[in-house]
Nanobody
């Protein structure tokens, strides 16, 4: 069983930056593909970014491409989401996900094996 705990959310102004972290416990972290998803009030959960187990393959939603960067530190069992140039439209609860196939293409579908509890990001205009 893998447990995922997100942190780093908060209230920021448009144009600011935040870095989210997700620490995993249980399992072999480097074997999991990791992803970030978000859900805004009244909307469905949407894909944000994904990274494969080795950290060599990354995918991004078009809405965040060029502004967000996903990375991982397998020695620390942690995946990060660096968010720059934040917009009010980025306001959502952000969730970390892990998929045991190790493939970023799989986790980005949303069919992940494990999910965190989420961290709130609020961007004011």
């Amino acid at each position: 069983q893998v447990r995922l705990v997100e942190s780093g959310g908060g209230l920021v102004q448009a144009g600011d930056s935040l870095r989210l972290s997700c620490v995993a416990s249980g399992g072999t972290f480097s074997s999991y593909a990791m992803g970030w998803f978000r859900q805004a009030p009244g909307k469905e959960r949407e894909f944000v970014a994904a990274i494969n187990g080795g950290g060599t393959v990354r995918f991004y939603a078009d809405s965040v491409k060029g502004r967000f960067t996903i990375s991982r530190d397998n020695a620390k069992n942690t995946v990060y989401l660096q968010m720059n140039s934040l917009k009010p439209g980025d306001t959502a609860v952000y969730y970390c996900a892990a998929d045991n196939t190790g493939r970023a293409t799989e986790v980005m579908t949303g069919r992940a094996d494990y999910w965190g509890q989420g961290t709130q990001v609020t961007v004011s205009s």
